[in-house]
């Protein structure tokens, strides 16, 4: 499948480099890191514990969750909530639950071979979901250069954001996204580790673009 895996922790660019990446190779993009936050999401909704792995899941699996530049859940435009506080200090709670990710890994394969291949961003793409990716890409930052990222980020999308408090949500989802035992965020073993503090974001992409057309041929 044509498929560019790209994975990293929060704030590394691999929502814009996968945008970029989509538009020059005409794929489209799938962000699972929006479907784990909609699952989360519906399980609040539902007043389920979330360090409950038998609720989260099925929360996972009761959920319609349809994509494209908006994230609907079960019909209804959810794309500002799951970007609020409580969605983002729970996300990783839930998203560590085995149940939640088999739902949603099924769910991404699903999604990716009907749309003909996708850039699929997130933590655990290139390493279990889509081993077979054409191109795999391990996208980071340094940890200051990430929080200034979301401080800018937040604060366009009109909330509240200071430096110390998303510093240290960050710090604290990246210790539970690469310590949990399933799926932890790794660099696949043949994965290209781009920096994207030391290279600018259309050498990021110009790159892989280079790298996928590469491997397309040689196919
Ligand atoms: O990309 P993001 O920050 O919106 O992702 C939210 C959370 O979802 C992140 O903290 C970890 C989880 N996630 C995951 O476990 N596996 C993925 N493939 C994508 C996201």
Known sequence: MRVIAIDGPAGAGKSTVARACAEALGLEV???GAMYRAVTYAAISAGADTSDNNACTKA???AKIELSDRVLLDGVDISQEIRGALVTSEVSTVSAHPGVREV?????R???SQHGG???EGRDIGTVVFPDALVKVFLTASDSERARRRVIDEQSAGREANFADVEADLARRDATDSGRSISPLV???DALILDSTTMAIDEVVETI????????VLQ
């Open 30 to 32: 799938l962000n699972t």
């Open 60 to 62: 996972a699996s009761s």
């Open 104 to 108: 949603l890994v099924e769910k991404q």
């Open 110 to 112: 699903l999604w990716a």
């Open 118 to 120: 996708a850039v699929v």
């Open 187 to 189: 660099a696949a073993k």
């Open 209 to 216: 673009v280079r790298e996928f057309l590469k491997r397309e």
